[in-house]
């Protein structure tokens, strides 16, 4: 079992399974220790128990050690992966998700087949038969669905004519399937909704008592023409994850809203920023920074490694920030990111703000086609978990993630007029030696990376090598 020398666990920013004298008596041990010219900080993802967070920190404390590093664990009782899956298993568990994709597939696909002078009139629809037989197809072979043609989408117009809405319209409310499924969303068991809709589903039944069906059906089918409209502009604004994957995703957000994983991430980035605001015997943020300070009164001056997997990264950006407003001025911080969950907005600012104090910076992450292969949610939702905060979790859809490759290259989609923070970004970093490690990266000592999967980061052999050679050598 992990000792308190070596964690702190916090709830909500708070202590809550150590103290805050547990910390102190950890600091002072750091400065008998033979590794303490080194002290490495970790901190786990976002989506991990309290039980898996000790479990990571058992397995990599003698590693760390190995490395000449003094090993200190941030636990913060985040585990909320069970919670997004049950929430996913729920909805697609409903007839009217599986049909509300399968029909704005279908539609999506038939203006895709549209030759240039019928753009805007009726389109010429594939059959449901063929449209649900690729998908079940294709997701019983663990492959997304009509990913071949994810390039022709890029042209498609971003608005639906009054046309192409009455004919989805129509195309809804005469389908005898999602007529039926519309109206078993409303039975008493169903799983909770999009608080909106749920409105819109009361208010209607308010207005037409008696006439539950109905009302559903014609609720459902506006929200279907929803779905429709925002997958077609993030095809034009080339915001979209691919075609299947954009629809899943704006499926979900109609269905579910936030209740699918974003009121959850919101969540796990309010603790990130709680805990660096309160008093140090019960936040335990503030307490870290305190005891860090202690050691520089007390003339220790350690290199100090924060190493923050997923979510950990933005753990990693609000401490930096708060360093910056009370800690001596020489404290700096060598920075280690594994497949980053922060945003680009927040690591903007973050430079912006405590550029100063960061010694050395370095993010390993994965190519963009190992992310959309390493499936979170299979076998409705292929792509990976920054995929999914990025489309799903986050109020913005399509948000520019640190650790997406996708967000680091030259598409128009990201140009700087439009995201100014990724630029910013990419020039404070282009300071460090080698700042972006993409697997499978096998360029030398401290630049190794074969994790193919996001939760492997933390224990993929060539990635822990180049972890240890950070810390043995440092200098990058």
């Not at 805007?120 to 038969?129: D, H, I, T, W």
């Not at 005469?174 to 589903?201: G, H, K, M, Q, Y």
């Not at 459902?220 to 997958?231: D, E, I, S």
């Not at 001025?329 to 680009?344: D, K, M």
């Amino acid at each position: 079992m992990l000792s308190s020398k070596h964690k702190m666990i916090l709830s909500s920013g708070r202590f809550s399974g150590t103290r805050r004298g547990q910390l102190t008596a950890a600091f002072d041990q750091l400065a008998s220790s033979p590794n303490q010219d080194k002290l490495v900080i970790h901190f786990h993802g976002g989506l991990v128990s309290e039980k898996s967070g000790e479990e990571i920190a058992d397995r990599l404390l003698p590693f760390y050690q190995g490395a000449g590093g003094y090993p200190f664990f941030v636990l913060w009782q985040s585990g909320l992966i069970e919670t997004v899956k049950n929430n996913w298993r729920e909805m697609i568990g409903e007839d009217v998700f599986s049909l509300l994709v399968e029909k704005v597939m279908q539609f999506v696909l038939g203006k895709l087949d549209q030759a240039p002078g019928e753009k805007g009139l009726e389109v010429e629809l594939p059959s449901s038969l063929e449209v649900r037989d690729v998908i079940e197809t294709k997701q019983a072979a663990g492959e997304v669905p009509y990913a071949e043609r994810d390039d022709d989408a890029k042209d498609l117009d971003g608005e639906l004519t009054p046309t192409e809405q009455a004919q989805f319209e129509a195309l809804l409310s005469t389908d005898a399937a999602f007529i039926s499924a519309a109206s078993e969303i409303s039975r008493s068991d169903a799983p909770e909704l999009n608080p909106v809709l749920e409105a819109e589903l009361a208010e209607a039944q308010v207005a037409a008592p008696g006439e539950k069906g109905l009302v559903s059906t014609t609720t459902l089918v506006a929200a279907g023409v929803h779905v429709l409209a925002r997958v077609v502009k993030r095809f034009a604004g080339r915001r979209d994850h691919g075609i299947y994957a954009t629809v899943v995703e704006e499926v979900a957000r109609e269905l579910k809203g936030d209740l699918i994983g974003g009121l959850l991430w919101k969540h796990i980035k309010k603790d990130t920023e709680d805990t660096f605001i309160g008093n140090s015997d019960t936040h335990g943020g503030v307490a870290l920074l305190e005891e860090i300070s202690r050691l520089w009164q007390t003339g220790h001056k350690p290199r100090i490694l924060l190493i923050g997997h997923s979510a950990g990264s933005i753990y990693i950006c609000n401490l930096l920030k708060k360093a910056a407003e009370t800690l001596p001025q020489e404290i700096r911080f060598e920075v280690v990111f594994l497949a980053p969950g922060c945003s680009f907005n927040l690591l903007d600012k973050t430079f912006k703000e405590a550029g100063d104090r960061i010694a050395a910076f370095r993010s390993f992450g994965m190519a963009d086609e190992l992310e959309m292969r390493d499936a979170i949610l299979p076998p409705v939702y292929l792509y990976s978990l920054l995929y999914c905060v990025s489309g799903l979790f986050e109020e913005k859809v399509d948000l520019p993630l640190v650790g997406m490759q996708r967000y680091h290259g030259a598409s128009t989609s990201f140009d700087p007029g439009q995201f100014p923070e990724i630029k910013r970004v990419l020039n404070e970093t282009a300071a460090f030696a080698h700042p972006w490690i993409w697997s499978d990266s096998a360029a030398g000592s401290g630049l190794n990376t074969l994790s193919h999967s996001h939760g492997s980061f933390d224990n993929e052999e060539k990635t822990l090598e180049s972890l240890a050679f950070l810390i043995s050598h440092g200098g990058f």
